[in-house]
């Protein structure tokens, strides 16, 4: 028998698993790191991370069977909070290598920085660094942090969710202003890296383990 | 708008920050944990640290003291200086940096940058390259020369070339040292960095010769177009705090994190 963890950190060879675990343990939020689906299933929230590519990422965690259990832990109404490839695999698909179909958890694309029609320099690809987010309006994730904070991005793909009212917050980066934290019901995701992205950041985090949705 | 960024930069040596003029003279300053913790309470965009005796003792890179880092420090920081091979760059990683930093290595070996990209992300693997002004010539295009070992040995390889061929490999960012400029206070050397900036188009970090705030100003102009300025002695020894260099950027129109 599984004992449940409160917070079940989803382990499915993402690069930024350490950092994701230091930081919820710097703000005080005890988690599992798993790649148990039936783990995932039971926690009282999940915790996605991810870095690197849409396809590969899939790939991963269809072997590890874990993504029909992060299906069924955002019907359940469990607090889901995705990062960066996490928060990207939640929509229907990314054009990412190729074409890659995810989980369809928010209805929407996720598309490829393109700035060939713009004159040189041309901003480079991948917007790496830091990038104001504006907030479109309240949220808990987002309590205590100031519209116009600054996090940490890398990324050469973004979220374009086809419902408006799933765009939590927003970014520029060349002529495009793209969609950089999404939330509905009991999902929360960012593009940007909260795990690196300092005070604002941790503070995501904290306020994430605290959310009752 | 992206923000142009202020790095730390902390040079160690056996377990110790250490500060030289040109690689020589070195002085040990404090504990990198402590001093990258420091950094970033005062709000830095992202930390260096470089392993300066690694390569040459033959050494591994200090995880536990990366780890230590990993644990106090939530921004990106990148470690250089003793990576070795793919296996080292993925310890580092793992550990809990974000990005490993390849110098006198990819010299030697330039597929470690393609292998590395190809295993952890272009983003992952910064080109260090360390630069001397030699002057023109049929070999020598640029007139800035490829240097390792401090600068105590050259490579006859041309900096331009070199970035290129960096960008081309996988390097998903070049952290560009002014070897004539390090340590002498007077400025980045400009026309490197706008050489070597126009040339490619990852993002290019300034290295080497910032003594004053403006000094950083200066290399992250449109005109110049650093994406980043390193510092070292300007924090650890001069006593400027973060914060005042961002000032003095932020007072030249230049968007920065507050």
Request: aromatic share 6%; net charge negative.
């Amino acid at each position: 028998m599984t004992i449940a963890p409160s917070v079940a950190l989803v382990d499915y060879g993402a690069g930024n698993l350490t950092s994701v675990s230091l930081a919820l343990s710097h703000v005080g939020v005890s988690h599992a790191i798993t790649r148990d689906p039936d783990v995932i299933r039971s926690a009282g929230r999940v915790v996605f991370p991810g870095v690197g590519a849409a396809g590969a990422s899939m790939r991963n965690i269809q072997e590890a069977g874990i993504d029909q259990a992060l299906r069924e832990v955002a019907r359940a109404g469990t607090p889901l909070l995705g990062i960066c490839i996490g928060c990207q695999i939640l929509l229907d698909r990314s054009q990412e290598d190729g074409g890659t179909d995810c989980l369809g958890l928010l209805p929407g694309e996720v598309e490829r920085f393109d700035f060939s029609a713009l004159p040189e320099p041309r901003p480079k690809i991948p917007h790496m660094g830091w990038n104001p987010v504006s907030f479109l309006r309240e949220h808990p994730v987002l309590e205590g942090i100031p519209s116009g904070a600054f996090f940490y991005f890398v990324h050469s793909f973004y979220p374009a969710p086809s419902r408006q009212e799933d765009v939590l917050g927003r970014s520029s980066y060349g002529d495009r202003t793209f969609a950089s934290i999404l939330a509905r019901d009991n999902l929360v995701a960012t593009q940007f890296h909260a795990e690196k992205s300092g005070v604002h950041g941790l503070e995501i985090l904290k306020n994430f383990s605290r959310w009752s949705p | 708008m992206l923000a142009k960024r202020v790095i730390v930069c902390l040079d160690v040596r056996n377990g110790q920050v250490t500060k030289g003029v040109k690689f020589k003279e070195n002085r040990d300053l404090g504990d990198p944990v402590s001093m990258g913790a420091e950094y970033y309470r005062q709000g830095v965009d992202e930390l260096v640290f470089y392993d300066i005796t690694a390569s040459a003792e033959g050494r591994g890179i200090d995880i536990e003291m990366v780890r230590n880092v990993a644990r106090e420090v939530f921004i990106p920081f990148s470690v250089g200086g003793g990576i070795r091979n793919l296996q080292d760059m993925r310890e580092v990683l793992l550990a809990g940096a974000e990005k490993v930093s390849v110098n006198s290595l990819a010299v030697r070996d330039p597929s470690i940058i393609s292998h590395g990209a190809k295993a952890f992300g272009n983003q992952c693997i910064v080109l260090g390259m360390d630069v001397l002004k030699v002057g023109a010539s049929e070999s020598l295009p640029s007139g800035y020369e490829v240097v390792v070992k401090g600068g105590r040995e050259r490579t006859g390889i041309d900096a331009v070339s070199w970035a290129r061929r960096a960008e081309e490999l996988g390097a998903g960012e070049i952290c560009l040292n002014s070897i004539d400029a390090d340590g002498m206070k007077t400025g980045y050397e400009l026309d490197l960095t706008s050489m070597i900036a126009r040339a490619v188009t990852i993002p290019v970090i300034a290295s080497g010769g910032a003594g004053r705030p403006e000094h950083l100003a200066d290399v992250l102009e449109p005109r110049i177009g650093a994406d980043a300025a390193l510092v070292a002695s300007l924090t650890h020894i001069d006593g400027y705090t973060v914060g005042a260099l961002k000032a003095a950027i932020a007072q030249r129109g230049i968007a920065v994190r507050i």
